[in-house]
């Protein structure tokens, strides 16, 4: 249940205050160069601490490739990552052990499991998600190989939210723009406004959420399974399983379900003896699977559960009612580092399809 | 590809002008009483035909049980279940072939498949959705054995929102108001209010959407597997699977994303001795597992793609640029009809979650 | 886990005195021809009735395509199939439905399922396998296209074994032999010393077992998935799924545990550019993945359980201590009938790992 | 493909002359008291280096858990381990790294992924194993719950047979008696002659092979899954994958097909309240599934392919024919050290099982 996948497979293992985070990407292509600097780059995007707008613990976040390459190329057999946790402080978590923090996944584990550890969310820490970051760079490189390129960016913060449009043209220039502001969206004079809203939040001891558009140019027709291995439900399953999202569309999405048929309809052209539609309201996925337009997928995220207000609340224990108030190191908006998250469960999901309809072989060389 | 599910699971086959649709069920435990008619009376409700704002074609959906139920009751071995399709009318489809009707799943199937049943849109047909109800059915005896109930209803259609709200004491209350007016919503007065936007779109040769609304009472606190497994991971898989849908939310959605922490986060409190929240803007799951309170899902369902206003769009046999003007028998809103089918996908999630985490034992006597 | 298979899978449905057996195989490619023609061929061949040596029972097993294929060639979707049970005689089994018959799965099943079917074995009744036979059928044309050929026969029946080598430029003559034998072997005089063999234990109330030989000729070098999906893995499951098999070999198998290393490694050398074997001790298969020479797999069957002498047993109602003494009618030697069984297991793993390996496309037009 | 398991699932990676070998553990229930002592006692069996007739190859072979275990106990999150590569001398297989080994997987592997790990075999290693008996001790830990106790020992080398039998009160005894002695058999006498077989084989600059025979006592009625999932099947699997196994049978295996039905079938009878059956030549699984018996399986084991004479074979570089003379450090007999192997495969079935059919819960506290 901690594996993502049919043919390209993550499995992901660690808690937030463990020995580490870590993963195993099994079924990856033989042939594929792979180096570490390919992942840290990616890892370096999701790390925390990089900004006023991000919680303090300092992780480096230093990949190891411990297996499945050899002399710089993969071997198609497993790939073991591992990423050391090094700034833990789990003092804090001492003290409040049997305090349910609202929002967060502290009741729900401890029914279900019983034994938990509550060292900084333990495993239901969105620490977890440096694995799939991990494990999408590989398959971000794969889909590379077949021309697909993926890109996310914040579309929404607090309400506040960027209507610009991205064309494949300019991805390289929007993937600097992204990079360049502390909120990583594509408008750079919304950026401050929304990095605002975060400081604002954060002063007052509270947090915000958002919303993520990711995007993947060229993919070709022919990815997805129907009926259940639909495109669509598989990267719903995939976004979905993002700590802190609770809402996926494709495309027009929510606002197809007002539109008229003769409006949320895309028109079918021909261009260059390719056909094409004229408008990409269902997000380039027909019937659940791609038509060869952009996929275009937006995700909801809910503020941070972590707030430094009052809030009432159980002890566990004593199961008696009680107040929490949040102290340790938490981002007011995990929007903005959960963006190459966004990007890598996407590109877990085209590369799985992409290998699954032959349009990646199996071995690469 | 065409089976869902991980313990209770459910493969789907069929045609929309084949033979017929038919279903297998595996893992249903053993010793759970079982009739056809148990399952008719979903069937029924999904049924075509029912009013002036469904399609015309006429179908009994009758279900026949060919294996798996013996003296009255469940063996354990596959449930084999199917329903004939006995108004087929082709022949619209013949004239038509070759020509991409916009918004249905012609091209990519084209596309994935090369060789396709183009009659009826194939198994891309929304017909497919009647194995679904009648695998649905089966799941939710199994649920009703450990008190789970599950309820969905039009939340809103063409824009036209209804903001009543559900509580579990009403449930028989509510049903019968849903399935006693043609668009399967709450409120009687806003009922005529959709129906008349359906039939306004209708006589326009054009369609509608909207949105549905479902929700699971009593869920026992504890279902879900993280990471991937997760139990909002497997909702949004199974709502996304159905065709027309192209959103998914939980509890609170994307309206979470526009609120403060202080406000999304759902406070503790105790009741009876059990860990209740004060409100359930998660929608009964936090870190992908259930937490007790009701499970809450809203989909959202584009309008229908067949409309009889004229629409550009491609020949594919001849490459050349045409138009098409659909007719044959289609519902001008496919909202009502979806509504037992969103029940079923989360019947089914449920119910296979309910077997692998031990709440309902694999077998019953 | 009725469902066999990775890409090319197989769901069988079906108790031996219900209905009918059916199956549903998911993941064939789209633009295969196949007619019910094609699978009937093979069914006939495990049809029981066909001589003096096999049950009584007589059942066409005429096969109904239900869905998934159109104008005479795959559509990629779920193609289901329909054997209907025709000659049931379910009397003889009301008098023993407590009385647990020796060798039979009656106590097992009863243990875990508790409600049974206990009319003819019901679904643990050996004619389950008919719907493997039909799904065999698919994989065999498949296979067919990339030139792997497949062929069983009788290796051993009471202990009276051939030693005839098969070799791949008398394939359709082998064929022939095996076919006009009622033992299924390839050397017609020891063909007769098998069938007296098995009179002679019938006409004693007794039964007996046998060794089935299947060869596959012309499989691709690289099939196979290491570590848990290799292909002898995966050939060991399916053999061992059909009921009455208890041992499974590939190559010389418990052979080679009592040879030398250099009596037991074939060495390689090359022929026409291509890299061989001179000795196919390891059966094909090397490090779980096939080496170009044909794959061999041997299986042990146990005598058929049900026979006319008196055995003691145990009534399960009346937990009291009895005997029992079988009529009805059954093979006194089931080996026969399993020929195309076995071949029918080595097409689905073979087309199924020659999809994952990318050996066949998903679309074949 | 390098996951095995439904519920109980393990993931295995790494490379004989890589950083290590790890394994993820996913699906264990929470609860249960774990350290790396229960984990060690089990690698410790498995060690190369324990006596004259094992590998040179110096290994502690230190397991550490990096996750999934808190405070002494599991956590129902993944368990990941880890075994470092210390003793690694991958000098000699430069030199040879394009001469196909007669008996290894060079050649398949080669033929599979292209790019290959030739030190010390790479993935395809029996290294590989020791991630399963970390696995396995899991899972024999779990098992022991619930009453369950495994024994395997070498039944046979180089045709010396031991024909003892083991029954459940000695197990204590047989335990110490197989550790005491290099071959781990279960009669000291014969031990000598195999030990002097293999040594014997060794001086030649030759290998030998032999039979394992495990049994696992206490196996309650009603674990299997019919009828793909059935319990032999997947041991049959389990068994398969294990690198250098040729064969397996279960209970008398292929001397059943030599039987009559009279005598091979268990007759049942009532000890206590329980079905018994006065035989267990079905090797405690009949219809797939456990009858409450002993489960007996034994599996056939080549000699070792790397031996020390000339062998003719091909430079897959040059595609020249050429002779090989394997140096390096080998196992002229692996029998021995895949004991603990055999025990973890079946500990690793058996517990998924027992998850599976409810027999062991989700939650242990």
Redesign the interface.
């Known amino acids: ?4 996948g049919r ?1 390209f ?1 993550l ?5 937030s205050h ?3 985070i ?1 993963c ?1 990407v ?2 990856c292509p ?2 594929l160069e792979l180096t570490e600097g390919d992942i840290q780059n990616e890892l370096d995007r999701r790390r925390p601490g990089q900004s006023s707008i991000t919680t303090e613990r300092r992780e480096k976040d230093e990949v ?1 490739i ?3 390459v ?2 710089g ?8 990552m ?1 990423i050391k946790n090094r700034d833990i402080d789990s003092e804090k978590y001492e003290s409040i052990k049997n305090i ?1 923090r ?4 502290d ?3 401890r ?7 509550y060292r900084g969310g ?3 820490s969105g620490r ?1 998600t440096v694995a799939r970051v991990a494990a999408g760079a590989i398959a971000r490189k794969l889909l590379k190989r077949i021309g697909i390129e993926i890109i996310a960016y914040t579309k ?1 913060i ?2 506040i939210r960027v209507e610009d449009e991205i064309s494949f043209g300019d991805i390289d220039e929007i993937r600097r723009i992204i990079d360049s502001n502390t909120v990583r969206t594509i408008n750079k004079k919304i950026a401050k406004d929304m990095e605002r809203a975060i400081l604002d ?1 954060k002063s007052d001891g ?6 993520i558009e990711v995007i993947a140019f060229n993919v070709p ?2 990815l ?7 495109l ?10 993002i ?1 802190s ?10 606002s ?15 261009e260059n ?1 390719r ?1 094409l ?2 408008t990409n309201r ?2 380039g ?8 337009m952009p996929v275009v997928v937006r995700i ?8 430094g ?1 009052k ?4 002890d ?1 224990e004593k ?3 009680t107040t929490i108030q949040i102290e340790g190191r938490h981002d007011p908006c995990i929007v903005p580092r959960a963006v190459p998250v966004v990007e890598a469960m996407m590109s877990l999901v085209l590369a799985d399809h992409s290998l ?3 349009f990646i ?5």
Chains 1, 2, 3, 4 share one sequence.
């Open positions: 249940m901690n594996t993502f043919i497979r499995t992901t293992w660690g808690e463990g020995f580490g870590g195993v099994d079924g033989s042939g190891e411990l297996s499945g050899f002399l190329k993969t071997l198609g057999t497993p790939i073991s591992f349910l609202p929002g967060h996944a009741f729900t584990w029914e279900k499991f019983g034994h938990v550890d333990g495993r239901a977890e929404e607090a309400g939040a509270d947090s915000v959420g958002g919303i027709p022919g997805g399974e129907p009926i259940f291995a639909r669509d439900s598989e990267l719903a399953s995939a976004m979905m399983s700590p999202v609770k809402g996926v569309e494709i495309g027009d999405g929510f197809l379900s007002r539109m008229k048929g003769s409006e949320a309809n895309d028109e079918f052209f021909i003896g056909i539609t004229r269902c997000g996925i027909l019937g659940g699977i791609s038509n060869g909801a995220i809910k503020p941070t559960s972590s707030i207000k809030q009432r609340t159980v566990i199961m008696k009612e699954l309809s032959g072989p199996r071995r690469l060389s």
